[in-house]
Structures are given as structure tokens and as C-alpha cells.
């Protein structure tokens, strides 16, 4: 836990009522008669399911950031090789179980470092339910109680989680946050790199600062809240009477998250305050004695922890999980929404687009419709299909008119299935257009050799076995008689702005297959990744033919215009293209 006093803004803040949620803190280790009740025996049946951690396997990482420290010139301070040792520790562990993890670096850190974040997969990626510790300790000494515990305590229950892999109703984000001793910095770096869409899906962030204080107490931050409801209800089926977390108000990594609208709490076992008399009857322990005598010094080591205390949070943490986020019994069908990318740019007249795509997320798949709302006027918005089974993606496709309203807008877009699923695009329209116009094609009659053509060998060729519509080259793909693939490829920047696109050329199709019914041979022709026209040897004609396609969706892009030729075993089809363009208006 960060080691200060509030400061004078945050104190007016607490004695004015506001709702700060703050530092979770050690836990009491001298347990009284009260404090001997089991566990929970009523409520739902996912509740019940939750599991007993091991404090033994609590105790066996807390000894492993302990021997991190040892060797690492005593700490594991933020920016120290002891911090880089204690995320490689965690991070492989995490990985081994399935997680997906990543590293954020913290560039405006006091010592710049990473924060590590893991998420269990599963669960709607619209409702995540949050679990953070700091993994740093202070240059004095290794941090086992601040905060090894914390860290040490989600670590194992990730890890039980992985091996019990239930059905998710919420998905589960875990974060080992830095440099939160000099002042909440990687957490707070965290929370500022969130848009405001993603910070509305944490529904919740539960933080957990030294849960195993040798004197410790029973400290919930916002303890009669009702995001403190799960945390709560398992230490009063203990009997043990927890009180609101005010030593570590504004000391820790959920004063940020707090500050950002985000629902907070988390538990605690104290810091260098002093237990009364009344919390010593209560909890046991020595009163007027600092709930951990070792708070920033060397001697919080191994020896420094209770293993009671920690117990009782390492259980309390996953009856939370599984009572906000872990489902009972057959699962619910369930599945999620992103766009990608999440920003475009479109100018009056043209068209953009992007990716939707679905997954399931619990369950079995399931039909999902898609929608959209938040375009401005002139702006209109359609799906390719409209509707996909959970695990599909479809296109969407925004079209600006000459007079659509300008300036940046959030379209949101929305799943419905037996539940429904959002997620956003952030959409700018510009300007009057200003299409720059012309033909983007380079050397689109072949006279000029291979550049900047992309070609199989012997595709771009004056052979007299095919004559050229113009000119005297052509590009000839397949006429082999036998299994063969050719392709033919250039990259092109199409113009925003423009009111039409046409990409044309003249094919001329010519088959020795005797079939009406079956297209045995193909030529594909495909715009970046779609593709946007088929022929076949069923198209065979004498002469060549001028083949259109409108392509304004891909406009203010870079995209590769490919044709591809492929033939099957035996009985050939050429495929000759001549004189094309790609021509924006």
C-alpha cells in the first residue's frame, strides 16, 4: 500500500460523504471464538460451487516472490529487475492455464514498467468483473505483505479458476498493477488508457492490499455498498464483523478506478495504524499494536504473513468471483460484438467500411441480427448479411451522401440474439469531398512490361496463342490442361470523396470443357480480402467481354486487386485479361 496520509482533497472528500473506494488492506491473524463459523451454506447454487483455495498454495507464491526478492538485491521495487522477475513469475504461470495475458507499459511511471493484465476466456466481453493487486513493494524491504499477499491471493485464484473452467456470465479481467508505491501510477495509467466505452464495461473492480497483516482486521473498502455485498457476505457467515477500509482510503489501486465512475471495493488487513481495544475483542490480537509491524520495512518477509487471515481473503475473493461471474447448471447461450476497426473516416460521397464480428461466448451458437444506431444525418448503414450465427462476421458497410453532417460521431453497433451485445465505431465524416478522380491502375494494359504487376511466370506475356484486345501484351492466366493455379496482383489507393468507383476490364474466356452445368475451371477476382466477382469455364465466349464492378465500398483505401485462375486436372480454360482500370469520379 502506498504509504501516506490523505491528502486534503481527498479527506473533505471522505468527510463530506462522497463515496471514495480506496486501498483493501491486511486482514486480522488472531482469530477469536467468533471467528470459527464455515463457510457460507446458503444462496444460489453457483455460490455454492465456489471453491476452498488452498492456503497452502497461496503460501508456496508468496515464498516464490520472497526468493524473487532475495535475489534481486532484497525488493521488488517498481522498475527493478525483483519487479521483472515477479511479472515473468506470474505471467508464465497464467499463460500455462489458459489466460490471455498482456503487458502494458506504464511510460509515465516514476520507475516506467509494466502492468500485467489476464483475462479468463468466456463470458460477455461487454460485462467484465475486475480483480487487481500491485506487485511491487517498496525499496526497503520484499513486500510479502505489501503486497505479495494481494498478489499471491488472485494469482491462486486464477489459477483455480482455469482448473475448474465453469461457465462465465461475466468475464473475468485480473491485473498486477506497478509503481503503486510512489503513488498509484500504474493503475492510474491503466484507467486513463480506457475509452469511455470500455470503462462503462468493468462493472465492477475489486482491489486487494496486504490481506495478511500479522495483527491484522477484517477491512472492506465501501463496506455497505453493493459491490461490497459478495466480500461481505462471506466474512459475516464467518462472524467476524468486517469494518469499513479507512486507513486505506486513497492509498491504493481502486482510488482511480473510483475516480473514473467505476463501481469499487476490495478487502484489506491493515497498515500501520493501531488496533483498538474494541477490534482485538472482536478479531483477537494485541491492541494499540500496528495491524503489520513490518508496514515498508525488511522484515516483511514470509514470516510476516497469517496464514488465517490470508485464508479468510483467499476464500472471501473466490466466493465473490463465483458468485458475480461463475454461472450453475446448463449455460446460458450467450456470445459477443466487436468492430474492427473501431475508427473510420469518410469523406461526403464516398463509403467505408468495417468488420462485425460475432463469437460465442457460452452455450451454443446462436442467429445474431445486426444494427446500428448513432449515424448522422446523410450517413447510412448496412450489414453484409444483416444477420450471422454466433462465430461469423459480417461487413458494414457506411455511406456519407453529398450532404451528410460532418464532424465525429460514435455508431453503435448492436447484436440481438437471445441477448443483446454492443460494441462501438468511432466515425468521422469530412468535408465537401473533394474527390481527386482518375484511373489508380498502373500499366493496366500490360505494355509497359511487369511493373507494378504482381505475376505468376509467364501470365503477362505477348504469346501469340492469345491475342491482346489492344496492344500486343495481355495477361493470360491458366490454358494448361492440367491442374494449375496463376495469379495476378497490384496494390492501388483508391480516392475518397468520389461519387463513383469502377473497377473494369475485358476478359475473354476461351474452354476446351464440354460441360453446360459445371465449373470446373475459375478465375476470382477479389478486392483486398473480398472478393468481388466469378467466372468460370462456363462463361467461355468468343472475343472479349468488359466485365464491371462497383467498388465505392473500399474508397480512402489501400486495398490489392488480385485474380486468380485456377484449373482443374485435365481440359484446359485461359482466362485473358486486358485494359484494366479502376477509375473514381
Not at 480506457?194 to 495478511?212: H, W
Amino acid at each position: 500500500m502506498r504509504g501516506r496520509t490523505l491528502s486534503a482533497g481527498i479527506a473533505l472528500a471522505v468527510f463530506a460523504g462522497m463515496t471514495v473506494t480506496l486501498a483493501a488492506q491486511p486482514v486480522s491473524a488472531s482469530p477469536s471464538a467468533a471467528t470459527t463459523a464455515t463457510r457460507p451454506t446458503a444462496g444460489s447454487a453457483a455460490v455454492l460451487a465456489a471453491p476452498d483455495i488452498s492456503v497452502t498454495n497461496v503460501q508456496a507464491h508468496l515464498t516464490q516472490f520472497n526468493s524473487i526478492a532475495s535475489s534481486n538485491g532484497g525488493n521488488r521495487r517498481a522498475g527493478s529487475a525483483g519487479y521483472t522477475a515477479s511479472v515473468s513469475y506470474v505471467k508464465s504461470r497464467l499463460q500455462a492455464a489458459g489466460y490471455t495475458v498482456s503487458e502494458q507499459t506504464c511510460s509515465s511511471c516514476t520507475y516506467p514498467s509494466n502492468n500485467l493484465i489476464a483475462e479468463w476466456p468466456g463470458g460477455p466481453a461487454d460485462q467484465v468483473v475486475m480483480f487487481g493487486a500491485h506487485l511491487d513493494s517498496v525499496s526497503a524491504g520484499p513486500g510479502i505483505n505489501d503486497n505479495a499477499s494481494g498478489s499471491a491471493t488472485l494469482l491462486e485464484n486464477a489459477l483455480v479458476l482455469a482448473a475448474q473452467n465453469p461457465t462465465m456470465t461475466k468475464k473475468v479481467r485480473f491485473a498486477w498493477w506497478t509503481d503503486e508505491e510512489q503513488g498509484l501510477n500504474g493503475s492510474r495509467f491503466y484507467v486513463n488508457s480506457l475509452s469511455s466505452t470500455q470503462r462503462g464495461y468493468i462493472k465492477g473492480y475489486y482491489n486487494f492490499d496486504m490481506v495478511g497483516s500479522t495483527n491484522g482486521g477484517y477491512f472492506i473498502n465501501r463496506v455497505s455498498s453493493t459491490t461490497a455485498a459478495p466480500l461481505k457476505a462471506y466474512w459475516d457467515s464467518l462472524g467476524l464483523q468486517p469494518e469499513e477500509n479507512v486507513e486505506g482510503q486513497g492509498r491504493s489501486d481502486d482510488y482511480y478506478f473510483q475516480q473514473a465512475g467505476i463501481p469499487t471495493s476490495g478487502y484489506a488487513a491493515g497498515a500501520s495504524a493501531r488496533k483498538s481495544s474494541s477490534q482485538a475483542a472482536k478479531w483477537g490480537g494485541t491492541a494499540n499494536a500496528a495491524y503489520d509491524s513490518c508496514y515498508h520495512r525488511s522484515c516483511d518477509t514470509t514470516a510476516n504473513v497469517s496464514a488465517t487471515v490470508l485464508n479468510r481473503a483467499a476464500d472471501g475473493v473466490a466466493y465473490a468471483l463465483w458468485q458475480l461471474a461463475v454461472g450453475s447448471g446448463t449455460p446460458t447461450n450467450d456470445f459477443s460484438v466487436a468492430v474492427s476497426p473501431t475508427a473510420r473516416t469518410v469523406a461526403r460521397g464516398a463509403s467505408t467500411t468495417a468488420t462485425v464480428t460475432t463469437a460465442t461466448t457460452s452455450g451454443s451458437a446462436q442467429t445474431v441480427s445486426l444494427t446500428a444506431s448513432g449515424a448522422p444525418s446523410g450517413v447510412s448503414i448496412s450489414f453484409s448479411p444483416s444477420s450471422v450465427t454466433s462465430g461469423g462476421s459480417a461487413t458494414l458497410t457506411l455511406t456519407a451522401s453529398a450532404s451528410a453532417a460532418t464532424g465525429t460521431v460514435t455508431v453503435t453497433v448492436t447484436g440481438t440474439g437471445s441477448v443483446t451485445r454492443t460494441a462501438s465505431l468511432t466515425l468521422t465524416v469530412t468535408g465537401t469531398g473533394g474527390c481527386a478522380g482518375g484511373q489508380v491502375v498502373g500499366n493496366g494494359g500490360f505494355e509497359s512490361g511487369s511493373t507494378p504487376w504482381t505475376a505468376s511466370s509467364g501470365v503477362i506475356t505477348n504469346d501469340s496463342g492469345q491475342p491482346a484486345r489492344t496492344g500486343s501484351y495481355k495477361a493470360w492466366l491458366d490454358g494448361y490442361g492440367g491442374s494449375h493455379t496463376d495469379t495476378l496482383s497490384q496494390s492501388v489507393t483508391i480516392p475518397a470523396g468520389c461519387a463513383s468507383y469502377t473497377l473494369s476490364f475485358w476478359l475473354h474466356i476461351d474452354t476446351a470443357e464440354t460441360t453446360t452445368s459445371t465449373a470446373y475451371d475459375k478465375l476470382v477476382v477479389q478486392v483486398g480480402s473480398t472478393t468481388v466477382a466469378t467466372y468460370s469455364n462456363l462463361n467461355a465466349a468468343t472475343g472479349y467481354a468488359q466485365r464491371t464492378v462497383n467498388v465505392a465500398g473500399f474508397a480512402g483505401q489501400t486495398v490489392t486487386v488480385k485474380f486468380t485462375g485456377t484449373e482443374d486436372s485435365s481440359l484446359q480454360t485461359s482466362f485473358v485479361i486486358d485494359d484494366v482500370t479502376l477509375q473514381a469520379s
